[in-house]
């Protein structure tokens, strides 16, 4: 299929699909330990983006309200306080590949912090998103996708809406298109192939983001639920699952009514920012690290951290009147 046929194919952006709602098996005891345990939760109806919310539809956004995100905004000193000085400028995480072979235990042989790197310059000053309107925004804090949801109307999901949407009516499937990764050798989405981070192979036709809806949708007719871009949920973290509660419409909290202790990060006790959780995987998933294209998979992600990899997209809970 031509990239011009695939182009034809993609969905409207100003649609949003209906999810019924229901019951289904929530998270994995076959992966990762935060997936424990599976449990059955229940959610109403709601609708969904089709795809993650584009670099166009944010820059609309910006044009009309004058949004300023958070990785364009320096850090208050008093927010970091063993922060290095040089350190407290406007910018964001990049990846930033190495040449080599490196140690996957240490993320930071992979990210860079990148001064005036943000939605508009992805890669840093000299870059742009030029040519990428139909990318997923990225670089985006918690904060900045709130703020798109709110002035459209809508809503980030919560983390049991947005599996229950991601599996497309297989319950219990280990992927979103069924339980083989790459069913008769097809690329179903834009994830890592090789021996990451040092060696991409590219095999799917893109080396970071690709154009949202060029690969297959799921059974609910949604695009990129897998791969792209990791995706925020208004959901804190919390280490592993409640079994067996109701998920879809709660705010994990301490009996002092604050966020649980676990949706704080432990290696850095002096600084209080919260976790939310993140959702789907990205194109740096895979094989060799991080297994999270699946709709079980989540991550833990400081409400004000942007990076290269994570996007968003928005629900509807009510019909429009």
């Given at each position: 299929m031509s990239a011009e046929t695939k182009a034809q194919e993609r969905p409207a952006a100003d649609t949003m699909v209906w999810i019924p709602g229901?019951?289904?098996r929530m998270g994995s005891d076959e992966h990762y330990p935060e997936e424990k345990p599976s449990?059955?939760?229940t959610v109403d109806g709601y609708f969904i983006d089709p795809t993650p919310v584009t670099n166009a539809e944010f820059r609309r956004f910006v044009e009309a309200t004058g949004h300023v995100t958070f990785a364009e905004i320096a850090p208050d000193p008093k927010d970091y306080p063993n922060a290095l000085p040089h350190m407290l400028k406007a910018g964001s995480l990049v990846f930033t590949p190495p040449d080599y072979p490196v140690d996957t235990r240490d993320w930071s042989q992979w990210w860079a912090f990148?001064?005036?790197?943000?939605?508009?310059?992805?890669?840093g000053p000299g870059s742009s998103i030029k040519g990428l309107d139909d990318h997923p925004v990225v670089h985006v804090a918690y904060s900045d996708a709130e703020a798109y949801a709110k002035w459209v109307g809508k809503e980030l999901p919560t983390e049991a809406e947005w599996e229950f949407a991601a599996r497309g009516g297989l319950d219990g499937a280990e992927f979103a298109w069924g339980d083989e990764l790459n069913p008769d050798g097809r690329e179903m989405a834009n994830t890592w192939q090789g021996l990451f981070p040092s060696q991409n192979l590219k095999t799917d036709g893109y080396e970071r983001t690709s154009p949202v809806g060029v690969f297959p949708p799921n059974g609910y007719g949604l695009y990129d639920m897998?791969?792209?871009v990791w995706e925020w949920t208004s959901d804190f973290w919390s280490t592993r699952h409640p079994a067996d509660a109701p998920k879809a419409c709660c705010v994990p909290e301490n009996p002092r009514g604050g966020p649980m202790e676990a949706s704080y990060?432990?290696?850095q006790p002096e600084v209080r920012i919260?976790?939310?959780v993140l959702k789907g995987g990205s194109h740096l998933c895979a094989p060799n690290y991080c297994r999270r294209y699946r709709p079980a998979a989540r991550h833990a992600e400081p409400i004000d951290t942007s990076t290269s990899h994570v996007g968003f997209r928005c629900v509807r809970r009510t019909r429009p009147g």
């Open positions: 229901g019951t289904f449990h059955r939760v990148r001064f005036r790197a943000n939605w508009r310059r992805p890669y897998i791969g792209n990060d432990p290696r919260p976790r939310k």
